[in-house]
């Protein structure tokens, strides 16, 4: 699969373990590597700030999609190759997948979290068949991913829309799976137990 753009969602924190900017630093360099462009939320700060500058150090291409509301906050990032900018979250949200081929998921807060799941229930849903994948860097999401297993064994999630998840510790790693992958044949667009018990 060609991918032109990613998008990658990702903490306006660096949190507390260095290999997260690491982490950042590396996917942002591939991105340039492979001629792919960014698509992120438009902030200077945190991981957001650090794969944006990876990026354009390396001379790479980065659009940014920010609200107004944050703009004002001064916590845009003003040396971005675009700024597009919208008037609410959900806005910014749907002009983030808009432009984008597939979606990275990196270390990050409770925004980062609404993100990712508002691109896997689409995806879910088959509202879209872009790839998307978890960055788990050092471990991070090690839990959201047990979690996930636990969905599936107690049939809330099926194999099928789990399988369409990507994960991986490594940058290099995970842009070649998404690189690589293709749409499930037998996917179920939304996995609907009609008993009751």
Known sequence: MT???????????????????TAAKQLGYLLVENNIRLIFGG???????IIADAVLE???EVIGVI???????????????EMKMVDTMHQRKE????????????????????????IFTWGQLGLHPKPFGILNVD?????????????VSERFLSQSNY???????????????LQDYQPIADHQEKWLDRTRT
């Open 139 to 151: 471990g991070y999401y090690d839990h959201l991913l047990a979690f996930f297993e636990t969905m």
């Open 3 to 21: 991918l032109k753009s990613i998008c990658v969602f990702c903490g306006s924190n660096s949190g507390t373990n260095s290999e997260y900017a």
């Open 67 to 81: 609200p107004h509301f944050l703009m004002d906050k001064e916590v845009g990032h003003t040396g971005l190759t």
């Open 43 to 49: 902030g200077n700060v945190g991981l957001m700030g």
């Open 95 to 118: 002009l983030m997948a808009d432009l984008s081929d597939a979606f990275i998921t990196m270390p990050g807060g409770i925004g980062t979290m609404e993100e990712f799941f508002e």
């Open 58 to 60: 390396k001379g790479g």
């Open 163 to 177: 399988d369409m998840l990507c994960a991986s510790r490594s940058p290099a790693d995970l842009l070649q799976i």
